[in-house]
């Protein structure tokens, strides 16, 4: 039933990790396609090493990401498609549990389950926005992402109609940054978005940056970068004040990076432009208002301490809990 799709790039400490929470899924209707796009280091030695006659391995040169997943799901046999990513895991029930979910609510195209924060070597669930009450349903994907601005799905806890993704065009093939938060957006705009509030999966944020797919210390050019992209979404967005607000709320909180960087400089206004400001964070408006020289110590400092806690980590050798 589902097609199980990981790209990998450089994740030779994290795949094996990542593919055995595949592996001891209790749903076992599945089949497991890796596409290796490019790798240097060892993933593709280590992954290759696992017997499991439902994987599927594909090596090519590197195209990206957004390429690489795009050629997961051609060669996808099944109705589903499940994305994970090379540096994430699950539970061993999330695909048993999504069945249900789908099931359950069949009117829906994008299925996303919650799902367990690591960072620091602490697994947490945030706050999504979500009613107290709420177990499992129909969600307003755009309305929930503005209330907290927590990402409610990624490539890691979410299961596509195959046919829908196709319809949709699936990743678009020159974005590098944000290709899953755009491809949301057009589904969510387009068909029902169900949610099951129970997390399943864990979303690696101690990866070093160099090792990310999706990296924040990386400033992307606007061809690659998603924020630079949404033209196509302008008449959509006068029309929704909810879409608004989130796309306003992903501009300033993409672009302050390249701001502080000075990068790109003509392509950022541009952008900015667009903002309502009145709407957005106190926080936001004053890192803007202010001049980049006097706003940059801040976030230096802030990068020294997060990167001086994840070295800590690293030589603790702390285990990333369990949930029974």
Not at 129 to 137: A, I, Q, V
Not at 196 to 224: F, H, I, M
Not at 256 to 267: F, H, I, R
Not at 271 to 294: G, H, I, K, M
Request: aromatic share 14%; hydrophobic share 40%.
């Amino acid at each position: 039933m589902f097609s199980v799709v990981i790209p990998l790039f450089n994740k030779a400490i994290y795949i094996e990790k990542a593919v055995e929470s595949v592996i001891q899924q209790t749903y076992a209707d599945f089949e497991l396609i890796i596409i290796n796009d490019g790798s240097t280091d060892d993933s593709w030695l280590r992954v290759t090493k696992i017997r499991d006659s439902r994987i599927t391995f594909i090596d090519q040169p590197n195209v990206g990401v957004s390429d690489s997943r795009n050629r997961g799901v051609k060669q996808a046999r099944f109705e589903y498609i499940a994305f994970l990513d090379a540096d994430d895991w699950w539970e061993s029930t999330f695909l048993e549990q999504m069945s249900r979910l789908i099931q359950d609510y069949g009117e829906a195209n994008l299925f996303g389950s919650n799902y367990y924060y690591v960072k620091h070597g602490k697994a947490r669930v945030e706050p999504k926005g979500l009613p107290d009450t709420f177990r499992s349903g129909y969600i307003n994907y755009i309305d929930l992402y503005v209330s907290e601005f927590c990402v409610l799905i990624n490539c890691s806890f979410v299961v596509v109609r195959k046919q829908a993704f196709v319809q949709m065009g699936g990743f678009k093939s020159n974005l590098r940054f944000g290709e899953d938060i755009d491809l949301w957006i057009r589904l969510a705009l387009t068909s029902k978005v169900a949610y099951l509030n129970k997390p399943l999966a864990y979303s690696n944020q101690d990866v070093d940056g160099e090792s990310r797919a999706v990296g924040r210390q990386t400033l992307y050019s606007p061809e690659a970068n998603f924020i630079f992209n949404l033209a196509y979404l302008k008449s959509a967005e006068e029309e929704s004040a909810a879409l608004k607000r989130l796309l306003d709320g992903l501009r300033v909180r993409v672009l302050l990076p390249y701001y502080l960087a000075n990068q790109y400089v003509s392509e950022v206004r541009s952008v900015l432009a667009e903002v309502d400001f009145s709407q957005q964070p106190v926080y936001y408006r004053r890192a803007y208002a202010l001049p980049a020289l006097l706003v940059r110590p801040y976030f230096e400092f802030m990068k020294v301490g997060s990167f001086c806690k994840r070295t800590l980590i690293r030589l603790s050798r702390t285990s990333y809990p369990s949930v029974v």
